[in-house]
């Protein structure tokens, strides 16, 4: 207890929540003597609340072109656009985020991609003796084989800081063409699969989103690989693990 | 140094936001948001990486909106702007209005400590490093600015605003 007298700060920073526990406990028995104050406080939360649901959609609007173009313009090397895309997804939220930024020149055939993806998803996560043909115990050779398969050096990507690790992968043919699948498994047995598919030519995109069924995907192309993380997870949740894979891929 | 343009980039949808609140109209917004961006990104080497972006990035808007404001001779009407998206709801765009022409009725310094702090959920410290003021001046301006707003949303005929979605 400081006892000190409240000032118009202290007012301010009740409002703004930033006053310590005990401080704030002492502002709030002075304004309990003092109704008129009391409503004061109570309309400027109001305000700012106000403040904050008119303007807050603001950020949540896909990028103008013309803002976009300002980072094209810096020369930022295409190796780094998607993690930028990634960046932008991130905060993004709205599901046409970055869509309208990156083109959507790959986005009929990335739709039925993820439409199979995510059939493929559902296939496998249900089995419970066979779900991956080869186990995480022998992931050296599981992603080798698999990058063999594709053409590409794959990777399984370490997601254990967000709770899930490796149960195996498995071959998969995609419109006739080699596929990789990677499942994860968390503690409650909640399963989430990584897809990978060759698309060469194809030059990098944001993140983005997709849900058939309750299942959610991110996909994504990177150097001329299309991934897409899979579950049946909150998009935030997802998105995460989706950020995590990109990262761990990034890393060589 | 590109890792400093993502950083960049993440700040985008706050200075948006902020620009759009501040001058009460898309497209000067995006004119202010793109200005700061140029500006940035072609000082990025000034940065100080153990310093945190955003203050500088609205530190940089914010000396923009003032030269800006000081080239313009008239001030540009703040309210209705046709160019906000048709999706909106009719509440939440009535909402926006009635905002836009309280706040567009503050006086600058005010409007801007109180945008800072209540919206962008900055610090005292980085607010009143962005405006370039002491923080006793930041605390008196955003209460000054906050009295303002109460009374423009409060009196005057018009309704207080009662429910925020």
Redesign the interface.
Known sequence: MSGAPVS??D???L??G?LAPARAAEVEAWLAERPEEAA?VA??R????????????????P??P??AA??A??G??PW?RA??AA??F???GAAGWAAGYFGHGHDPERRDVIREAIGAHRVFIPEVRHPVEVAASEEAHLVAWLSKKLGHALKAPDLSAQGFRLVGGRLLSDNGRPAALFMYENSAGLRITIHCVAEPGASETAFRYREIDGVAAFYWIDEHLAYAVIGKLQRDRLLEIARATYAALEKK | M?GV??????Q???L??YA??LTGDRERA?DL??DT??RS??RIHLWRPAASIRPWLFTIMHNLFLNERRRASRTVPLGADPAE?AA?RAD?RA??DD?DRALGQLAEDQRAA??L???E?M??DDAAKVLGIPIGTL??R??RG?EQ??RL??GDGRP??RR??
């Open positions: 118009e700060s007012v301010q920073a409002v703004d930033r004061r309309a400027l109001q305000d700012r609340d106000a403040l904050r649901a008119a303007y807050g959609p603001i950020a949540a609007e990028l103008p013309r803002l300002e980072f313009r810096a930022t090397p780094r993690a930028a960046a932008i991130a905060l993004g | 590109s343009r993502a950083l960049i980039l993440e985008v949808p706050a948006r936001r759009r609140a995006d948001v793109q961006l140029a990104l072609s998206p909106d939440s909402l926006l905002l109180v945008l702090v209540g919206v959920e610090s005292y605390m008196s955003l209460s906050r707003l109460r949303l409060d207080r605003i925020v979605k």
